[in-house]
């Protein structure tokens, strides 16, 4: 039983549509809704009230390497921002097998840590065309604003230059509070 959930999960990630990579920033995060690893339903941007935000959106489960190199970094050079993962899949058939695939990711990350990790299935869709999802291994870096505007996108897997950039409009956005 497993191998066939296995090999239809391998199938389905081949079936994913491809999206043209998109420039974000100055676009407001579209409307998406998720639900944290905690089983709580998330309203997004909404939901997010900070002066910064950073979300860190990943489309196939090899995305957590480069998400997990800018969590190091972040935290390495002390980005003082709330940070959420946002695994995002594409597709129905994804969403039948969200229990499993959540149940998964619930038993590789601490439990403290579940309420900043926030599954997107319904919206998987929306959020991959929205950003696109060329080099689907790479993480989707979006930094927003209060009012859910996006004020800093990178897509090209983790790079010190981009890290660097990051800081810069955090910095900014520091100096006008």
């Known amino acids: 039983m497993r191998l066939h959930i296995i090999f ?18 100055g676009q407001n995060l579209p409307d998406i809704s998720g639900t944290s690893l905690e089983e709580q339903s998330i309203k997004m941007p ?13 489309y196939k489960q090899d995305s957590q390497f ?38 998964g990711m619930r038993a590789g990350i601490p ?22 999802n060329e080099n689907p291994n790479n993480a989707r870096v979006l930094m927003i604003n209060q009012q859910g505007k996006i004020v800093y996108f990178y897509d090209q897997g983790f790079a010190v230059d981009a890290l660097n950039k990051l800081k810069d409009v955090v910095s900014k956005e520091d100096t006008y509070k």
């Open 111 to 132: 439990k403290p840590l579940w309420k900043g990790v926030i599954t997107i299935y319904q919206d998987g869709d929306k959020v991959q065309k929205f950003t696109g």
């Open 46 to 58: 909404e939901a997010f009230n900070q002066a910064l935000t950073l979300l860190l959106i990943g």
């Open 8 to 25: 239809v999960l391998v199938f389905l990630s081949g079936c994913m549509t491809t999206y043209p990579n998109q420039q974000v920033v």
């Open 66 to 103: 480069d998400i997990d190199r800018w969590l190091i970094a972040l935290d390495m050079t002390q980005v003082n921002v709330p940070v959420y993962e946002l695994p995002t899949i594409q597709g129905m058939v994804p969403r039948m097998f969200s229990t499993y695939i959540d149940n």
